[in-house]
């Protein structure tokens, strides 16, 4: 864990660079900030395939799997799992792309509160995901497509210029 989002991870992706068939166990029991998986800095290219990351941080304020960082960051995630719990009633992000990081998340699965978040300026893509624990988003270029969300997505939000065949747990569509 550490005090901000960029030293806190357990893996810091360089420019460019790809990260496959791993596991990352982030966890810490000691009062912190964050406590993160995978962290993209700006400016990076990264690919993340076929990798498991939990983070836990019982007395972090914020905890992720995955961070783009703002800017002109690319970021290409697939065939992953990402498991996150922060402190109570603090944020707990499966995958989460700042404004402006260009991002595509495919057939991954993320828990979280929320599991996903995109905060747009880029396009930012999920398609074909298990995702539990809701959704958050805002800014242009988002867009959900054919994804199995089990949490809370706002409806009606702007920015999402691409929402089609999402569903809940109950296979009822899901609207953005």
């Known amino acids: 864990g550490g005090t901000q989002a960029n030293n806190s991870a357990a893996v810091i992706m360089a420019d460019p660079t790809a990260l496959e068939s791993v596991c990352i166990d982030a966890i810490s029991a000691n009062t912190v900030n964050f406590v993160g998986g995978i962290y993209v800095p700006a ?4 690919q993340v395939y076929d990798v498991i990351v939990a983070a836990q941080g019982a007395g972090a304020n914020f905890a992720y799997g995955v961070q783009a960082a703002a800017g002109s960051t ?5 065939l992953s799992w990402f498991d996150v719990e922060a402190a109570t009633n603090r944020p707990a992000w499966g995958v989460r792309a700042l404004s402006g990081a260009t991002t595509s998340v495919a057939m991954t699965e993320m828990i979280g509160s929320p599991a996903l978040e995109f905060q747009g300026g880029a396009e930012q893509v999920a398609k074909d995901n298990l995702v539990r624990g809701g959704v958050t988003f805002g800014g ?3 867009s959900l497509i054919d994804n199995l969300i089990t949490g809370n997505v706002p409806d009606g939000e702007p920015g999402v210029t691409n929402c089609r065949a999402n569903y809940d747990e109950d296979l009822l569509p899901v609207d953005c």
């Not at 400016?43 to 990264?46: L, T």
């Not at 690319?74 to 697939?78: A, E, F, N, S």
């Open 43 to 46: 400016g990076a290219e990264a």
């Open 74 to 78: 690319t970021l290409d995630l697939g």
């Open 140 to 142: 242009s270029g988002v």
